[in-house]
């Protein structure tokens, strides 16, 4: 008796599928790997990982050169101006100079930026919405946060210092110090990632919250757009203003260490004395690349914070909710 073609493409079709099903644990495997497809937490955790990404590498190739401008001028005598140093910097090194070290500046912000978002909204699920909850979570991506970039974080710095290409910085701390020169002053940078990024994450959810809740209490149409980046301007602000010392403490220690062979390595006590021996009054002395890093930071988080609000809602549309996208499509 002969057989249809399609009759018999379908009967090895179901051969092929029963076969399958009969292996040990490979349709519980297609099972897990449908449900995680399919979970909306899932797909939310991946939307926050991308638009972290993104937001990071934005934001970051827009601030470079302002941060540059901070680094310099925490390493460079109080007695010279704000304006002298950035002239002569322009002056002698070109525009060039001001984008040194934006390579692994970039690429370890992306990360860096997703890493921050992911932890602090996975510690606040853990620990209930609130002021506090993100607060939490930020002194928690901030201690993660640490050791993951510190090899990137102490390059961009002596890179930004120096004025050299970046690699050459990389290449001339390995040589030196080896694989914990990277790692120098990372007290340091603990203390500041912590109390800078706790306060950030925690002003930014509380602004953000109350400006929402008051505007869905008194307007029926959504919340305006530039409620991200009025509550990330005043967190930026705030905590850059207020967590400087420990900021200008790093910064002395990474630059002044590692790179350069004719240099002692300097510790963070030593740093703490060295900054606080100079002739100059207690704000001058401590405070010194203040107002360059609140400028920098002020807009830099307000745009950050926006950033991801934006792709965030971009990408909800692209890759949504697996029962969004099913109503989405019958409808």
Known sequence: MLIHPKHQEGATRQVKDSANDSKPGVKAQQQQQH?????????????????????????????????????????????????????????????????????????????????????????????????????????????????????????????????????????????????????????????????????????????ESVLQSHFASTSDARPPTWIPLAAGATAGAISAYMTNPLDLIKTQVQAYSGADPNKRKLRVMEAIRKINAQDQGLWRKWFRGAWPRVAQQTPSVAVQFFLYRVYEQMLARVYPDAHHAASSSSS
Not at 114 to 142: D, N
Request: hydrophobic share 40%; net charge positive.
């Open 35 to 207: 449900a995680a497809v399919q979970d909306p937490e899932a797909r939310a955790k991946l939307r926050r990982v991308v638009a972290g990404v993104l937001t990071g590498v934005t934001e970051r190739f827009l601030s470079h050169p302002v941060e540059t401008c901070k680094v310099v001028l925490q390493n460079t005598p109080a007695s010279a101006s704000a304006v002298q140093v950035i002239s002569s910097r322009w002056r002698d090194k070109g525009l060039a100079s001001f984008y040194r070290g934006i390579v692994p500046s970039t690429l370890g912000r992306g990360l860096q930026t997703s890493l921050r978002f992911h932890v602090t909204e996975t510690v606040t699920q853990m620990t209930g919405p609130g002021t506090w909850g993100k607060y939490l979570g930020g002194l928690v991506a901030g201690v993660i946060d640490t050791f993951v970039m510190a090899p990137i974080e102490s390059t961009k710095t002596r890179t930004q210092a120096r004025g050299v290409p970046w690699l050459t910085t990389f290449r001339d701390t390995w040589r030196n110090d080896g694989f914990l020169g990277f790692y120098r002053g990372n007290s340091a940078t603990l203390l500041r990632q912590t109390g800078n990024l706790g306060l950030r994450f925690g002003i930014f959810f509380h602004i």
